[in-house]
Every structure is written in C-alpha cells, then in structure tokens.
C-alpha cells in the first residue's frame, strides 16, 4: 500500500496528540464521609441518604457494591474496590446514583452474565474519572436516560483474543446520554444498540474490535473522537440521524478493516472527519436505504487507504463534497460492478487529478472523470492495483480512452474538483 | 494477472501497429487465428464482456441434452415447495409440491394428495401456506445417501418427507407439541432421527399462558421424528420430544463421527424477552439483544434414546412423548455452552471435531472443539446452572478458537480441502477461511444481503467443493426491475480454485429460497416411470383400484357412482361418464403408459377437478356432482398430436327425470 507523504506526516501529527489525552482526577466532594480501606462499605452505602457521599480511602475496598439513589461513592485512584470473583462489581441501582475518580479491579468472568466493573441501572447515573482494569465488561447503562459515563479509562485484557475480551462500554435502551471524554484500550466493542439520542465526545478507543458500534440508535452524535488501531472505526447500522464530526480515525487494518462503516442507514452526516491509514475509509452499504433520506459527507480527509470510499449497491442520494482524497490504492470502489455517477461529487480533491486550472481559481478546469477499466481488471486481478499509478495501467487506461474496443464507463463525475486539498491536512 | 498483462502488452503492441486490430480480452480465448471476424471477440464487444464473464460464461453454459452433475434442493420459501436447480447451469429443474397445493402437479386435488395436505392441518384448520426453511438430504454414515429429502415449516411446525425417486411428498408430519420450528430439519448421520426444535417458545402441545408467565409456562422442545428407512416414512410412535428452556433454539446440526450422537443447537433470546411494548417492555429485538451471549444447547440424543427406551421418565403431550427438562438436565441429556451475540449458524465440520457457531451481531466465527465438551462434560466442569437448572459449561474452555471473519457471519459450509465458507450478512460477502489454522483466506462480495450457503456436499462427512451457492435475501440492482417485490438472488460461485470466483445470477421469484442443499447427481436414482401400472406415488403401491385396460367400467354403488377409467395416448376409457344429479362420483383413473414423459392431465371443468397422471400412475378423486349440466372433460398436457382430441363429457343428468 502506497501512502501520501502528506498522510504519513498526519499519523505522526495523530500520535502526538494522542499521548496528551489524559484524564484529570476527580475533586473531592465537600462534606464527604470518610471510609476506611477493609470497612464493610455495603452497610455505609445502604445507609446513606440521598445528596450524601462517601470517600474511599486509599487501599482495598471490597466488591460488590450497590449504590443507592442519589448517593456519590468518591476516591483517588490509589482507592481501589476490588471484585470478588463473580458476577458485577457495582451496580448503580437508584436514581442520579454516581461514582467519581477511584480505581474499579476487576469483575466476575462470565459473558453469559455480561460481568462488568460497572451497572448503571437507574437513570441520572453519573461514572466519572474512574480507572477500570481487569474486569471482563467495563462499563454497562441498561434502560436508564441522562446518564454520564465521562473520563474513564478503561483497560481491557489485551493478552486475549479480540472476540474474547468484553464491551469496554456498552449502552442498551439508554436515552439522552453523555459518553465523552474516555479513554478505552484493548476492550472488545463500545456499544450502542437501541440508544437514540446519545453523545459520544472527545472518547479515545484504541486497539478495540468496533470503536463504536451503532445500530438502531437513531440521533447520536459522534464528535471529537480518536480512535486507533480497532477493526472497525465506527459502524452505524439500522440507524437514522447520526452526526459523524471531527473524528480521527486511523489504522482500522485486517480484512474487515474500515474506519467508518454505514449499513442501510440514512440521514447521516459525515462531517470534517480524518480517516487515515484504514484498510477502506469510507464504506456505504445500501445507505442511505429509504428513498426519502440523504448522506451528507463533507469536508473528510481520507488518506492512505486500500480503498478510501466503498459503495455497496448503489451511490444514490449520497453527498459526496469538499472531502480530500490523498495516497489511496483506489479512491472509489463499487463491491458488484457498477458506477457512483448516481452520488452527488462536489468539490473534492483527488490527488490523481490530471487536469489542470488555467484561470487559478483553485477548481480543476475539466471534471474528475475516472473510468472504470483498471477498477474493473483490478477487481478481477486485485494484485493488478500494485500497478497502479505505473506506466503499464496508466497506457492501459489511455488506451481506454483512446480505443473505444475497452469500452471503459465512467465510475464518477466531479464537475468542480478542487486543485488543492485545503483542508486542516495543510495545519 | 500474468495472463492478462501480457494480453495488455499484446495488446498496447497491437494498438501501435493499427488502432483497427480487434483487440480485447476476449482475444486471448479464441487465438489469433480468429481476429478475422472473431465471433468471440466481436460478441464480447458488442455485449461489453470482459473476459472474466466469458469464463463465468464457459463454467457455466450447458448445452442442449447435458446434464448438470449436480443437483441443489432450495426451500421454496413461502411457496410451501422445494426448488430443484441443476448445478452449474442453474437451470430451474422441478418445483416440488411439499405443503401447498400445486395444480400442474395435480397435488392436492387426487384423495392421497389432499389427504396428505390436511395431514398437516392444525386442529382441522387447513393450512393454505407455509413457510419452509431448512430442506435436509437424508444421509449413511454422515453423507448423501440420495434417497430421501426432508423439510420444515417453520410457521407451522410441520416436516415433510420426499422421496427422491421421483421428487414426491409422501408425508406431513405436525406434532402439536410446538407452535413453530426453525432448527429442521436437520438429520443424524444414519438418518435415525429427523430433528425439529422450536423457534418460538410457548406452552407445550397448544395450552394457554398469558405472555407475563413467558418464564414459567412457555418453553421450547426439540423433536427427534424417528425415521424408518424401509418405510420412508417418519414414524410417530417412535418419535420423541426433549422439553427445552424458553430460549428461542435457533438453527441445529448433528454431530458426526467425533461428535456423533449429540446435537448441537443454539438459541438467541436467552433473556428471555418477549416483547409486549404496550407494557413498556422494550420490543422482542431489543430485549433479545440485551446480553452478551446466548447457549449453544448440546443434546446427547442417544442417550436420551436410551433414556426413553428404558420408559417411565417421559411425559406424553399432544401424543409425543416428552423428556422433561428437569429430567434432561439430571440424567446429562443437555447442557449448554455460552455463544456469542444473537448466533445464527450452527456447523459441524467434517470430521466431527469442530462445531462453528457464528454470531450475525459479531465479527468472529467461534469454534467449539467437541473433544473439549466432551471432556468438561466428563469431568462435569461446569461454570453454573441456568435458571432451569441445565448445567452450563465454561465458554472459554470449550472453544478452540475464534476466526475473524467480517460483520455479520452466520452459516458456514465446507471444502475438501480444509476449506469453510461462511456467509457475513453485515458486510454480504462469502469469506473463505482455514479451518485448521482458523485463519481467513478471502472474500467474495455478494448480492445483497447473504443469508445462507450451500456448497457442493458442504455439510457432509466429505465435502465435494467445485460449487458454492451464496443464497442472497436482496437483489436490489441485480434485474431488471419487477415492482418493489423483487426475486431473491442465487449466485453461483466457483470455489474450485484458490480464488473464488464469481459465476452466474439467478433470481428466484418463488418465496424465500431460505436454505438449499447440493448433492452429487449420480448418487440418485431416479425413476423414469411407475412400475407397476396404477402405482399411487404416496402411499408407494399399487392403488386397489387400479384400473388395467380393457377392465375399465362404470358402477353404481351404495356410496355412488365410482367410475374405472384408463388414460392412453389420446382418448380416455371410458370418455362419457353418465351420473345424476346430486351422485357422489368415484373417480379412479390410471394411466396405462409406460412410456418416458407420457403424462396426461384430467380436468373437469367447473369441479376443480385437476389431476396429473404421469405414466404408470393411478389416482382417485371424489366429488359430488351436485349441478345438472354437460361439463367437458379433457386432458391438461400436450400429450400427443390429437391431444386436443383426448376428451369426453361428464354428463350430469337433472334429478327427478
């Protein structure tokens, strides 16, 4: 796989970044009452009244633990409760229950049980700066609204196969809620299933199987996340409405490698997004799938791909604009043959553009016309792509277009490419 | 790729020396010899084929009196039938009448074939449709045996058996034990048992419960409908039920030769969710995904045989006996095995010792080792109960591994050389993978929306390879357009080679084709015509009422006019039928022909009266010829040049003359 100079640049611009992302310890609540390492914490914690908080000390405090309405169980990091070996760590099991900034070591180990550090079982639930290692499923919201899962950082076990390890968060039937500012490695998935109306910012997601998974769950938005190394970047499946903004996505590898997937979803914004380094960037399986619906995907840089845009039955109703396409094997593919004449290309910038702007007004003078004949060999011969971009297909294609007998079809139209990519790629 | 390359610089010389030079793809098929006028080439232009579709073009196209070497049975889908597709030239070669009525056939009009329908019926309700799903090839010793095919209902909880001597239904089986069915039919490896479990939990044998008692009342059960060879026939009196825990069993398979005498079967609502959002409930799909895993069900049918041989521990519902589920999990009948996410597919692997359940919410395939359930199972290492108190085992220890397949994987088929194919709905592509070394070798895209597969013998004890079926559910751009019910999607794939390729398209309009089978042709034996005269194909004997030329006759009788005729090319004997008016009519009608493809059809007009006769076979009709008039009566198949000749009249005469 080739990759632009300009994405490589990127990545190290990306890593850099990344390591700045840490979380900022929780403040100690103001008349909190103390709880000594080795208290039975179980009988403070039922005792507590609403609006009241308890404060770990440093040292073990054992698993598990419910949390009743209202109450907030604070500590430092060096405060640890510790599961016992079975079944879920804490459960948040009263209204506005809240954990804020202690360490959470473990839970029980069955997948069956869906085992997990942390239960967010009533609505108002907050989980916030908390550090969670060695538990099989880190955080799970389960029919609850207006809930916070914030600054978290969530291990996973990363000596184990993807497949098994657990969901580092996982929302199902939860409404109107915060998942912002985590950091999540070496998990499984994050989730969200049934969860409309939901707000994932500023998360860190590395080294996972499905950074964020989304099916039906209509009206999310996605913002100012990073996510690194996972299979899949982010997956929006059966759902409407989601908002993609200002996301990194980068190094989603392996053969089911993307950096955002879209199936059979519609109303979708795409927005000022950076995938880079993915196997394929962008993937659009049957989407938008109703008639009535529109993709809206603008302002991307996609870069360094196998293949940066992948279309699955059908391009139509999808507003491709202003996006940057930079050191792919293959900007655009068609999965089943066909073309993406049908999507709206506007403004992107292609960096095998081969025409040119006499009146330099920064739009190429003749459209972005690539024709399909080396996509098709390639899709026939795929290690034909090696030669990409060499002599041999480049006279190939010519000849296409010069000796109509190769009746190569146009696969897009951009009527205004931009010359330059203008994008924050230039910062 | 070296091929086409050097046909490219063949080419690029070719173009500097003359733009005129046919010059294509194609070239490299006929030779040069044929650049003048090449009809390849000039064909390939014209319809703008590359080469890669003349090849697909080639390993398929079968000329004019060639046989396919392969058969593939489909589900019909809704159509209650079977579709029966020559491989490769997918080619449609018989629609089977299984559980609906089929005119041409004449199945559902003669009294055996509207007796076996309404064998069906539920509580005396006829059953105008059905919805089949999972056709299965009966088998000895883990492979195609060629004789028998069975398949379910699952809207109905119905199977049927077909006999593939002639591809006719001689059997419709329903228990009334369950309401719906989706893990059948499956079969164990000596076609001892056709297996049939549950779908959808309810009360056993049709009692009521209101849905709020979904935990205590409702449950599944897994039916093991004793097959006896020599018969053909599915016989209920040796068949048997295992009560099962409310967990929605999905798809089923049976272990073979390290793994024979289990099945396996697994189940995707484990939560145990039932919908009812009018109560605030989340709906069935949400609830149903709420976990992170279901149960893969492991059922030690031969012990459970044992178990009911032995008497005294079963229960009789709906006249089925039944294993309890609290004696099945004391006695070590069923355990379960944690599987992840809403798991489809169920397969054994050839050899026995690999089970591969794929969830369709996942992006692995996980395979369970049978060597490692055996043993946990021996040592009773168990990681708990469930709440019904069947053992549970520890996931962990009871795989081998995980193949990252792709979003979405659900059923997998197998090669001969190592090879599995799985199907990924999410991503509708067929991935190729080592089972061995559990590592992903390629994928093919799909159109659209791939739900199963089914290779050349693929999930028998020796896989044939050459051909894979991707069975799409959704073709969207595929056809030419039809309206917004659109056909399903068959595509062939050659997976002969290294890279599988793909081959041929075939919509199929006809219900669902759910689930298909391919078995090699030679191993049926297939007969040409009914021997001896007046056979009635599903009882499989000589109907008592036979009819032999020359004895033809018209008799009234206490319970009416029954009337002994002969079809022969072209007339019917006899061809005026006399009756009167309110007669109740016996119609026994053989065909006396002994020739290949000598079918005749009988029809009365404004009766409903339709039958076909193919040579050799005999059928009876009764009805009530409650109208006074002349109705002609003729034969349905262009037969023979008088065809339009072979005609008479039924000549209903008023009462009180």
């Not at chain 1, 970044?17 to 009988?43: I, T």
């Not at chain 2, 059953?127 to 089949?132: K, Q």
């Not at chain 2, 919410?361 to 359930?373: M, N």
């Not at chain 2, 297939?526 to 005269?533: C, E, G, K, L, S």
């Amino acid at each position: 796989m080739r990759v632009g100079a300009a994405a490589s640049g990127l990545v190290a611009a990306l890593a850099l970044a990344w390591s700045g992302a840490a979380a900022a310890a929780s403040a100690r609540p103001p008349g909190c009452r103390d709880v000594p390492a080795g208290v039975p914490l179980q009988a403070l914690l039922d005792a507590a009244a609403p609006g009241s908080a308890l404060c770990l000390a440093a040292g073990e405090h054992r698993g598990p633990l419910v949390v009743p309405a209202g109450v907030l169980l604070w500590g430092s990091r060096s405060a640890r409760v510790v599961s016992s070996g079975t079944g879920s760590t804490i459960r948040l099991s009263g209204a506005g229950a809240a954990l804020e900034g202690f360490t959470v070591d473990g839970s029980g180990a069955r997948f069956e049980h869906a085992d997990a550090a942390v239960r967010i079982e009533a609505d108002g639930g907050r989980v916030e700066g908390l550090r969670i290692e060695h538990a099989l499923f880190g955080i799970l919201a389960e029919r609850v609204k207006r809930v916070r899962i914030a600054r978290n950082e969530i291990s996973g076990n990363a000596a184990k196969a993807l497949g098994l390890r657990g969901d580092a968060i996982r929302l199902w039937e939860v409404r109107g809620s915060d998942v912002v500012g985590n950091r999540v490695e070496d998990a499984r998935d994050v989730v969200a299933w049934y969860a409309p109306g939901n707000r994932f910012a500023d998360n860190v997601i590395a080294r996972g199987r499905y950074g964020i998974h989304f099916m039906y769950s209509h009206d999310c938005h996605v913002e100012d996340n990073r996510f690194d190394a996972n299979v899949v970047g982010v997956f929006v499946m059966y759902s409407r409405g989601v908002v993609l903004e200002r996301n990194e996505i980068q190094r989603s590898a392996g053969a089911a490698g993307m950096g955002i997937g879209v199936k059979e979803a519609g109303a979708i914004t795409i927005r000022d997004n950076r995938l880079v380094n993915n196997t394929v960037g962008l993937y659009l399986d049957t989407s938008p799938l109703d008639r009535r619906d529109h993709n809206w995907i603008d302002g991307n840089l996609l870069a360094g791909h196998d293949r940066a845009i992948v279309f699955l039955g059908g391009a139509a109703r999808n507003h491709i604009r202003a996006n940057t396409l930079r050191g792919n094997t293959l900007q655009v593919a068609l999965e089943g043959g066909g073309d993406a004449l049908a999507a709206e290309w506007r403004g992107n910038s292609f960096d095998d553009y081969r025409g040119y702007d006499l009146d330099g007004d920064g739009v190429g003078d003749l459209p972005y016309e690539p024709r399909s004949l080396a996509a098709e060999w390639t899709q026939h011969a795929p290690a034909l792509a090696l030669f990409r971009g060499t002599p041999a297909l480049a006279l190939v294609e010519w000849l296409g277009a010069a000796v109509p007998l190769f009746r190569p079809t146009t696969l897009l139209i951009d009527p205004s490419p931009r010359m330059r990519s203008e994008t924050r790629l230039a910062d | 790729m070296r091929r086409i390359l050097s046909l490219t610089a063949r080419c690029v010389l070719a173009a500097a020396v003359s733009i005129a030079t046919a010059c294509s793809p194609g070239s490299e098929l006929t030779g040069p010899g044929a650049a003048g006028g090449s009809d390849v080439a000039s064909l390939m232009k014209q319809r703008n084929l590359s080469e890669a579709d003349v090849a697909a073009a080639l390993k398929t196209y079968t000329p004019t009196g060639v046989h396919d070497p392969y058969y593939t049975f489909a589900s019909g889908g809704h159509s209650g039938q079977v579709i029966v597709i020559g491989v490769p030239s997918m080619r449609i070669l018989k629609v089977i009448a299984v559980f609906t009525p089929e005119p041409w056939q004449g199945y559902g009009f003669d009294d055996a074939t509207d007796a076996l329908l309404h064998s069906g019926d539920s509580d005396g309700k006829a059953l105008r449709w059905a919805d089949t799903h999972h056709p299965a090839l009966s088998e000895m010793n883990g492979d195609y045996d060629g004789k028998y095919l069975f398949i379910n209902d699952k809207a109905n909880a119905r199977m049927a058996v077909i006999n593939l001597e002639d591809f006719v239904t001689t059997q419709i089986v329903r228990s009334g034990l369950i309401q719906s069915d989706h893990g059948g039919a499956f079969v164990t490896p000596n076609t001892d048992y056709v297996i049939e479990a549950t779908q959808y939990a309810a009360p056993l044998g049709g009692a009521y419960a209101d849905v709020s008692e979904y935990n205590e009342k409702y449950r599944g059960a897994i039916i093991l409908w004793k097959f006896d060879r020599e018969k053909g026939a599915i016989d209920r009196a040796r068949s048997f039920a295992i009560e099962l825990p409310p967990y929605a069993q999905d798809l089923a398979d049976a272990g073979k030769l390290a793994s024979d005498g289990y099945v396996f079967l697994n189940s995707f609502d484990t939560e145990r969710a039932y919908g009812d959002t009018a109560a605030g409930n989340p709906p069935l799909e949400s609830g149903a995904s709420q976990n992170d895993m279901d149960f893969l069900h492991v059922i030690d049918w031969k012990k459970a045989e044992q178990l009911v041989a032995a008497g005294g521990k079963t229960r009789t519902i709906a006249d089925m006996r039944v294993i309890p589920l609290e004696t099945a999990a004391a006695e070590g009948l069923l355990y379960l095995v944690p599987e992840p996410k809403s798991p489809h597919g169920v397969d054994v692997s050839p050899d026995g010792q690999d089970i591969v359940v794929s969830g369709k919410l996942d992006t692995h395939a996980t395979v369970y080792s049978t060597e490692k359930i055996k043993a946990l199972i021996a040592a009773k290492k168990f990681a708990g109960n469930d709440d019904y108190g069947v053992p549970i085992l520890p996931y962990e220890e009871a795989i081998r591994g995980q193949v990252e397949i792709g979003l979405g994987p659900l059923h997998t088929q197998f090669g001969p050389d190592g090879s599995a194919y799985t199907s990924v709905f999410l991503e509708s592509v067929v991935a190729k993978w080592n089972l061995k070394e559990l590592k992903l070798i390629s994928k093919l895209p799909v159109h659209y929306n791939i739900g199963h597969l089914t290779a050349a013998e693929g999930d028998t004890v020796s896989p044939d390879g050459g051909y894979l079926i991707a069975i799409n559910k959704w073709a969207i751009d595929r056809f030419a357009k039809v309206g917004p019910l659109l056909p399903q999607n068959l595509q062939l794939v050659d997976i002969s080679g290294q890279e599988m390729k793909l081959l041929y398209d075939m919509p199929i309009p006809i219900g669902e084709p759910h689930y298909a089978q391919t078995i090699k042709a030679d191993k049926l034996k297939i007969i040409d015509v009914y021997t001896p005269v007046g056979t009635d194909p599903v009882a499989r004997r000589v109907d008592p009422n036979a009819v032999a030329a020359g004895k033809e006759r018209i008799e009234r009788k206490d319970d009416g006019v029954h009337v002994w005729m002969t079809a022969v090319r072209s007339h019917f004997t006899p061809d005026i039928l006399r009756v009167k008016e309110g007669d109740t009519v016996h119609l026994h009608l053989t065909n006396t022909e002994q020739a290949y493809d000598a079918t005749h059809g009988f029809a009365v007009g404004s009766h409903d009266i339709n039958l076909s006769l193919e040579p050799g076979e005999h059928a009876n009709v009764t009805f009530k010829a409650d109208r006074a008039g002349v109705f002609p009566m003729y034969c349905t198949e262009f037969c023979s040049a008088l065809h339009l000749e072979m005609a008479g009249y039924l000549l209903v005469e008023p009462r009180g003359k």
